[in-house]
C-alpha cells in the first residue's frame, strides 16, 4: 500500500519560515510527479508546487519567489520550504504524488500563520 507522511507543520508568526517533509512508503521514483496542496476552511484544496521525476518545478503564483519545493530522492521525500509566510498560508497542506494513472495523498499537516 502507498503511503505518504508529511511533517513538518505548525505554529509560526508572520514573516516565518516552515519546511515540510513528505516521505514515501516506497521508491519516490515510482511516482511521475509529487506536490503539495493546501485546503484553507471553507476553501477548495489548491495547488502549492509540484516536482516531477526530473525535478522539474512549477508553483502557484501566490507563493512564487517565497516557497521552494525539492526532493531528496535517497530519502525518497520531498520538501516544501516556505519563507516569508502570511497569514493567508494558513491552510492544511498535503502532499500529493502520481503513480501511474493514480494519485496518492497524505493525510495533511497544519500549517498555522499568526499576524
Known amino acids: 500500500q502507498v503511503q505518504l507522511v508529511e511533517s513538518g507543520g505548525g505554529l509560526v508568526q508572520a514573516g516565518g519560515s516552515l519546511r515540510l517533509s513528505c516521505a514515501t512508503s516506497?521508491?519516490?521514483?515510482?511516482?511521475?510527479?509529487m506536490g503539495w496542496y493546501r485546503q484553507a476552511p471553507g476553501k477548495r484544496r489548491e495547488l502549492v508546487a509540484t516536482?516531477?521525476?526530473?525535478?522539474?518545478?512549477n508553483y502557484a503564483d501566490s507563493v512564487k519567489g517565497r516557497f521552494t519545493i525539492s526532493r531528496d530522492n535517497a530519502k525518497n521525500t520531498i520538501y516544501l520550504q516556505m519563507n516569508s509566510l502570511k497569514p493567508e498560508d494558513t491552510a492544511v497542506y498535503y502532499c500529493?504524488?502520481?503513480?501511474?494513472?493514480?494519485?496518492?495523498w497524505g493525510q495533511g499537516t497544519q500549517v498555522t500563520v499568526s499576524s
Open positions: 500529493m504524488g502520481i503513480w501511474g494513472a493514480l494519485d496518492h
Open positions: 516536482i516531477t521525476s526530473l525535478a522539474g518545478t
Open positions: 516506497g521508491s519516490i521514483f515510482n511516482f511521475a510527479t
